[in-house]
């Protein structure tokens, strides 16, 4: 995995483009298209965060920039149905190469494991990407409003739509959350780490929250790690937590989250 110099976001979308060239060569688009139109099987990954209290979407992911490698052996398989049987509502796996030492092998054997909704966590910049999240089974995709114009934005948010797989719209400020609105997004997530300088801030989420509007689903991500956090957060009035690196650096992620469930009384 390379270190990070510079603008983090930049540098992985950068390297997430040079990559997408090299699949584009190796599996056309029109074989995605097929393969994405024969998809059966979806799973509501909106619906399950809509449980009435604020639910966990537990996150898989091998390693990160902030953080490096996070778990060696990494077993998705075994994860996923340890967070499944501690609780969580839906799972994340990360599917980027370079900097989280992902696949979309992994996200395939995650969702194979379990009965949850899976996201597919990923810089997706190309409605080439759209497609093969679908063709690989996963029912949610994450968008990063700080990586995209406005017209790319509207398109994936309305591709997504007609896809049937959610799409998860990050939202770091004000300014994106208003792009986010202006393009149809419907699934809010506000992320609390900064993907420029890697900093977190739960009040990111406390500080954007009033500013969703009622009919949109919110989601907090990153940066939680306390029973505390979560309670701040469903005072807040969010649907969703999404935890990773505590999870992922615990001896026993499954544990783990059943522990911090229990503790605030969602278990």
Known sequence: MPPPTGNVLEEIVAARRQALKKERARVPLEVQQQAAARRVGRRDFAAALCGGRLGVIAEMKQASPSAGTLRTPYRPREIAQAYEAAGAV??????????????LTDLIDARDAVGLPVLRKDFIVDAYQVYESVAAGADALLLIVATLSNNSLRELVALSERLSIAALTEVHDEDELARALEAGARLIGVNNRNLRTLEVNLETSLRLRS?????????????IKTSAD???LEEAGYHAALIGEHLMRAEDPGQELEVLLQTTGRR
């Open 90 to 103: 839906a799972l994340s796996v990360l599917t980027e190469v370079d900097f989280f030492q992902g696949s």
């Open 230 to 232: 979560l309670a701040r």
């Open 211 to 223: 500013k969703i509007p009622s009919h949109c689903i919110a989601v907090s991500e990153s940066g």
